[in-house]
C-alpha cells in the first residue's frame, strides 16, 4: 500500500501544497501567497484557498475579513492562542532582560524545578533547547555518549524532527528502507487496526509488537553498531494516532534495556495534559530513561527541553561539552513556567480527560452513520478518525481524506490529515476545549462527511 500520495510526497503532507499552481486560481490571498513562495523556503502551506490568520484567541483563529475558526489542530498554541497569563509572562521578562544562558536567573532553575516536580521520580534534570528537533537530536547524542553504542530503534512512519540526525529517524520522510543509514533500524508501529497484529484476531498484541523491537536490537548487533536508543512518540501521531497495547511499551523498554540502550519518550505531541494524564507515557506504567519535550510547552514560544536522570546527565557532562545560546534563557524559562502554572491552576489534564471521552464518545456515534468511518482511537484531546473505502478491506480512503480539510475549513472548523497512508482526521485542538467546541466540531464534520460522501463539495457541504 503506497504510503506517499498522488505527488509523491508523504501521505500525511496530502493536504499541504507547495507550488503555486497547487492552490486555487481566486485564491483570495493570491498576491501574498506568491509573495511568500517567492521570499520564503519550504513554503508549506494547508488549504487549497490558504487562510491569512491575523488573530488569536483561546480555541479561536481569526481571519484578514475578520472571520473565526475553531481550531481543532494547533498542539502549539496549547493554552490557548494568546493565554492573557502567557503574554504577560513573556512581556514583563522580554521588558526586564533577556540574554543567554551563562548567567544566573532565577526563572530558570524555578523552571526545571517545577517541570522536573512534574515527571516520574529519577527524571529530575533540565537541558533546555529551543525546539522539538534540538531535543530528540540532543536525546541520541545522550544515548550514544553515554552507552557507547551507535544504533537506534524507531517506528515506520515516525517524525521526530529535521536536523541532519534526527531527519533520518524521521522514516515518514524516508520510506524506502535502502535511504536509510544502517545504523538505523524501523519497527511496525503498534497499529492494531490494520497493522500486521490485529486485535480482531490476534492474541498477545503487545508482546508481538514489542517482539519487533527486540528483533531490531539484535540486528543493530550484528552490524556491529549495538543499541544506544529506542526513541517513540507515545501518541504515534504520523502513524496515525495510534493506542498501543497496555503493556507494549513495558515489554518494548525491557528489550531495550537488555540490549544495553536507553529509552526515548518523545513527548513533544503527546506530553503537556495533552492525553488526561502529564505525559503520554504514564498510560502505560513505565518510566523512561530521556524524555523530550518541544512544541506546546512554550504556548507558541519556542520552547525544547530534555529531561533525564541526574546520573545520565552527569555521565554525559564528564564526556561531551553541550550548550544552547537560546535554550532556557529567561523569557522562554518565563513562558514556560506560566504555561505549567495554568495547567495547574485550570486543571487542564482532567479538562483533556474529560472533554476527549465526551469528544471520542461523539465520533464513535458519527462512525454509525458514516460508514466511511472505520476506527474511532486515541487519547485526551489527541484522536484520530481513520477513513476507508470499505470496512471489510479496510482500503484507505486518501482521496477524501485530501479533501475534509478544506471542506472544514469552508465550514469554519481547522482540522489536518495524517497516517502513513494521509486518511485518518487529526484532531488535537488547545488543551481548554470544552464540551461545547466538541460539539461543533462534531456537528460540522457530520455535515461535511454527508455532502462529501454525496458528492458535493460546496461551503455548505
Known amino acids: 500500500m503506497p504510503t506517499e500520495d498522488h505527488r509523491g510526497r508523504p501521505a500525511l503532507l496530502g493536504a499541504a501544497h507547495l507550488g503555486l499552481d497547487e492552490f486555487r486560481a481566486d485564491a483570495a490571498n493570491r498576491d501574498l501567497i506568491e509573495r511568500r513562495l517567492k521570499h520564503v523556503g519550504n513554503s508549506v502551506l494547508f488549504y487549497d484557498d490558504p487562510v491569512h490568520l491575523v488573530r488569536g484567541e483561546g480555541v479561536w483563529l481569526f481571519d484578514s475579513d475578520g472571520r473565526r475558526y475553531l481550531d481543532c489542530y494547533n498542539n502549539v498554541a496549547s493554552v490557548g492562542h494568546c493565554h492573557p497569563d502567557v503574554v504577560t509572562a513573556l ?261 483533556c480527560r474529560e472533554v476527549g471521552a465526551v469528544l471520542r464518545a461523539r465520533l464513535e456515534q458519527l462512525m454509525e452513520r458514516h460508514p466511511v468511518i472505520g476506527d474511532v482511537r486515541g487519547l485526551g484531546l489527541f484522536l484520530g478518525v481513520e477513513l476507508v473505502e470499505d470496512r471489510g478491506t479496510r482500503t484507505p480512503a486518501a482521496a477524501l481524506a485530501r479533501r475534509i480539510p478544506d471542506a472544514m475549513r469552508e465550514a469554519g472548523v481547522l482540522i489536518g490529515i495524517t497516517g502513513r497512508y494521509g486518511n485518518v482526521l487529526k484532531i488535537r485542538p488547545p488543551l481548554v476545549f470544552t464540551a461545547a467546541d466538541a460539539e461543533l466540531l462534531i456537528t460540522t464534520l457530520d455535515r461535511v462527511l454527508t455532502g462529501l460522501t454525496a458528492g458535493t463539495t460546496g461551503p455548505d457541504a
Request: negative net charge.
Open 91 to 351: 512581556s514583563e521578562q522580554a521588558g526586564r532582560l533577556n540574554t543567554h544562558t551563562r548567567y544566573l536567573h532565577e526563572t530558570v532553575v524555578e523552571y526545571a524545578e517545577k517541570l522536573t516536580s512534574l515527571m516520574p521520580d529519577g527524571l529530575d534534570v533540565c537541558t533546555f533547547v529551543c525546539s522539538g528537533t534540538e531535543a530528540n537530536d540532543l536525546a541520541l547524542r545522550i544515548a550514544r555518549t553515554v552507552t557507547g553504542r551507535h544504533g537506534a530503534v524507531v517506528m515506520e512512519g515516525a517524525y521526530h524532527g529535521n536536523s541532519t540526525v534526527v531527519d533520518a529517524l524521521s522514516t515518514v520522510l524516508h520510506p524506502d528502507p535502502a535511504d536509510r543509514p544502517d545504523w538505523l533500524v524501523a519497527v511496525e508501529p503498534p497499529n492494531t487496526y490494520r497493522g500486521p497484529f490485529r486485535r480482531d484476531r490476534d492474541d498477545n498484541l503487545g508482546a508481538r509488537y514489542a517482539r519487533l523491537v527486540a528483533d531490531a536490537t539484535a540486528v543493530l548487533d550484528e552490524r556491529g553498531h549495538g543499541t544506544a536508543a529506542f526513541m517513540c512518540d507515545t501518541v504515534f501521531d504520523t502513524q496515525g494516532t495510534l493506542e498501543a497495547p497496555a503493556d507494549y511499551f513495558r515489554l518494548a523498554y525491557e528489550h531495550v534495556r537488555a540490549a544495553g540502550g536507553l529509552c526515548i519518550a518523545d513527548e513533544v505531541q503527546a506530553g503537556l495534559a495533552r492525553t488526561g494524564r502529564w505525559w503520554g507515557f504514564e498510560h502505560y506504567g513505565v518510566t523512561p530513561d530521556i524524555v523530550t519535550l518541544g512544541k506546546p510547552m512554550g504556548d507558541g514560544h519556542p520552547v525544547g527541553i530534555v529531561v533525564t536522570t541526574r546520573e545520565i546527565a552527569q555521565e554525559f557532562a564528564s564526556r561531551a561539552v553541550y550548550f544552547n545560546t537560546f535554550g532556557g534563557n529567561p523569557v522562554s524559562a518565563a513562558a514556560g513556567r506560566a504555561v505549567l502554572e495554568v495547567c495547574e491552576r485550570d486543571d487542564l489534564t482532567s479538562r
